[in-house]
């Protein structure tokens, strides 16, 4: 009988999650490392905004980016449903694969196979799944597949699955490409015509977190030597609105956002940015953007658009010397890493959900674990006694034995085949808890996907993108604080499969 969380594990649990273990800052705190990296040789810590030093309130996110995405989907000329329908906003999850042609949603595995899909909001059983994607790799071609990188991007999947929901008829196709580019379509331009950030900004503290410790924070790393910057792309007016309020009125030291950075780029376009080479652009004091090829940096001056190259000569840094932390995967980690030997912190919120989820099912991930052991183990049995069996049988057809063996073989053939019948049975009861248990655990990570870094007992593809491109993660970039300016972060040693 499996033992079940009692109530006080359930009451401690946030509590032991904040108790620090040897030293080392509490597991929700915690920085953790891929790659080894030591504090000391970073000269230059340079920072993404929107979902990194900026963290949106995502439900009130969603919500903003959905009513606009509705609007405008409404005014293209689709049903006026869509207004006062319900959305799923809790729906999605980062790392999801779109499919356009086929309107589904699905999350991949490190291998890129296919392990669960929705059809809108209807998951497809295994059988379809298997059917549609022949248990082949995706291969993420982007004319077919739109992968949700970031947690903008959400509510972009819970509008897209809600209108399949909508509009899908039993003997009519719905052309889902043509929906998904209309929904990409809406929210863009609630993007560019500055729908969104007029609303965000007129109402900041109901959109964006602020974190008092982000002052202190940045103020830690400035105080041991190293040189900060902010590279965003986020246009000026927002940048300055954003960070205004997420450091104004904090240290005295400090008397505008722009004394913590001694770098400031907005606009920046990454991931453009680390594969172009193009100058930067002076903002001058009344808004204006001032147009010249830029030929020094000044400390409280705005720059935009410019270049990894451009910045690594302007600033005289080099590349390793630079820890760049950002939430997007693709737009400031992936590029970083390929495109410079930028090392780089990613920031993942959904880290302390996962976190959390892992400790209070501790017991049932044991357990499953332990019966995927058991199921291969049978398994190995199962083939043994299938290979004797057939052995036996071929001996009993040849007409060359004995009467007197063949009772004897005869007698071997009827034990292996109970032998059988037993091992069948027991894979059947361990088969049932395995699959109960192990739906149980992904549930407690998320209702629809399971965990977001995990795909059963692998990775899941966002899982592996962070493991193989970002040098360190964590779930806010105040954690940096708990840390000193020396620290070494050190990966975890990788095993193979004979060590
Ligand atoms: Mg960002």
């Known amino acids: 009988m499996l033992r079940r969380d009692s109530d006080h594990h359930q009451l401690t649990l946030l509590s032991d999650l904040a108790v620090p273990l040897e030293g080392q800052p509490s597991r929700v705190r915690r920085i953790y490392c891929n790659r080894n990296l030591r504090l000391d040789q970073i000269q230059f810590v340079g920072f993404d905004m929107d979902y990194t030093l900026a963290i949106y309130r995502q439900a009130e996110m969603d919500r903003l980016s959905i009513e606009a995405t509705a609007r405008k989907l409404v005014d293209k000329g689709y049903p006026e449903s869509l207004l006062t329908m319900s959305y799923r906003a809790h729906f999605p999850i980062r790392g999801l694969l779109v499919d356009k042609k086929l309107g589904h949603v699905l999350k991949t595995d490190r291998y890129r196979y296919v392990k669960k899909a929705f059809h809108g909001t209807r998951e497809l059983t295994s ?71 007029k609303i965000i900004t007129a109402d900041i503290a109901r959109y964006i977190e602020r974190d008092d410790q982000l002052g202190p924070t940045l103020h830690k790393l400035r105080s041991s030597g190293k040189r900060l910057f902010l590279l965003t792309n986020s246009e000026t007016y927002y940048t300055d609105a954003v960070m205004s309020y997420l450091l104004a009125g904090g240290l005295p030291e400090y008397p505008s956002w722009k004394s913590y950075f001694d770098v400031i780029v907005t606009s920046a376009q990454k991931p453009a940015f680390f594969m172009r080479d193009a100058p930067f652009s002076e903002v001058v004091q009344n808004g204006q953007t001032h147009v010249h090829k830029v030929r020094e940096i000044q400390r409280g001056h705005i720059y935009e658009g410019g270049s990894l190259s451009e910045f690594e000569k302007l600033t005289g840094v080099s590349g390793d010397r630079v820890l760049y932390v950002g939430d997007h995967i693709y737009g400031d980690v992936l590029r970083a890493k390929k495109e410079s030997a930028w090392r780089t912190l990613m920031i993942i919120q959904e880290l302390t959900d996962e976190l959390v989820a892992m400790e209070r099912l501790t017991v049932e991930i044991a357990r499953v674990d332990k019966l995927a052991q058991r199921l291969s183990a049978l398994h190995d049995g199962l083939h043994e006694r299938q290979a004797s069996l057939k052995l036996l049988q071929r001996v009993l057809d040849d007409d060359g034995t004995g009467a007197e063996r063949r009772v004897e073989l005869e007698a071997a053939r009827l034990r292996v085949k109970r032998g059988i019948e037993r091992i069948r049975a027991q894979v059947k009861v361990v088969e049932a808890e395995h699959g109960a248990l192990e739906a149980t655990v992904e549930s407690a990570f998320h209702p629809f996907w399971g965990s977001a870094l995990k795909a059963e007992s692998e990775l899941s593809s966002f899982g592996e993108q962070v493991e193989r491109y970002a040098c360190l993660y964590t779930d806010r970039v105040t954690n940096l604080f708990s840390y000193t300016a020396t620290h070494y972060f050190r990966g975890p040693r990788h095993r193979m499969a004979h060590e």
């Open 127 to 197: 059988d379809e799944r298997r059917q549609m994607y022949m248990q082949k790799r995706v291969r993420p071609d982007p004319r077919r597949f739109h992968s949700i990188d970031s947690l903008f991007a959400l509510s972009e999947v819970t509008v897209y699955s809600a209108v399949v929901d909508a509009l899908d008829r039993p003997f009519a196709q719905l052309d889902y490409a043509q929906v998904w580019g209309d929904v990409r379509t809406c929210i863009d331009e609630a993007h560019r015509d500055g729908t969104l950030k």
